[in-house]
């Protein structure tokens, strides 16, 4: 029980620092879905993707997530379940054989809107589940967050991260890119969005 107790725990604020992070680095507004029919899903919520002008967006993107706080290495397994959620919860066909209901997206009255698929991680992703992930029909991100210890050094917590190219072809005149931080003994690593060419300033830099 206590075993059990713990690895919950360790899912639940797992999934609450992403929330967090998600929102800082890339303005998502996600809440956690939580309880035992989830139906695969961790975070749900809203991309209101935005542009190198302060306050303005271009488009708004339903996202789903699964939060995985691992030690093992993110298996492709979870690719594979992540695309049965986007079939039963997007624009694509879902399979009959689904029971569980779509979860109601927060502040609207109805699931519509291309939904994008996120895969958080405390461990590294192999190179199986990177190929899987990027020859997916589904838009797909995937992020490797540092856990509490690797961060105590250290103030950019995402460690790695890459979309596929149904996600590219989503979002047409975005990139994202790895920032470099610099010869400064606190610079850091970090991702970052781009819109046409300009650096797009979200989250805890506006």
Request: hydrophobic share 40%; with cysteine.
């Amino acid at each position: 029980m206590a075993a059990a107790t713990s690895t919950v725990f360790r899912g639940t604020t797992f999934e609450n620092r992403s929330l967090t992070i998600l929102k800082n680095a890339f303005g998502m507004a996600l809440r956690r879905v939580g309880g035992k029919n989830d139906g695969g899903v961790d975070l749900v919520g809203w991309w209101s993707l935005p542009t190198a002008t302060a306050g303005t967006t271009t488009s708004r993107l339903r996202v789903v997530a699964q939060c995985k706080a691992e030690k093992k290495k993110f298996s492709p397994r979870y690719v594979r379940e992540m695309e049965g959620v986007a079939w039963r919860y997007g624009s694509i066909p879902p399979d009959e054989s689904e029971a569980s209901p779509p979860i109601p997206w927060p502040d609207d009255d109805h699931n519509t809107g291309p939904l994008i698929a996120l895969l958080l991680s405390e461990s590294t992703f192999t190179k199986a589940t990177l190929l899987r992930a990027q020859s997916s029909p589904v838009p797909f991100m995937l992020a490797h967050i540092l856990n509490e210890e690797e961060m105590k050094d250290m103030d950019a917590p995402i460690a790695g991260i890459t979309w596929n190219i149904a996600l590219r072809n989503l979002m047409e005149g975005y990139e994202l890119r790895w920032e470099v931080g610099g010869s400064a003994p606190d610079a850091q690593d970090r991702p970052s969005l781009w819109h046409e060419g300009q650096r797009v300033v979200v989250g805890a830099e506006e």
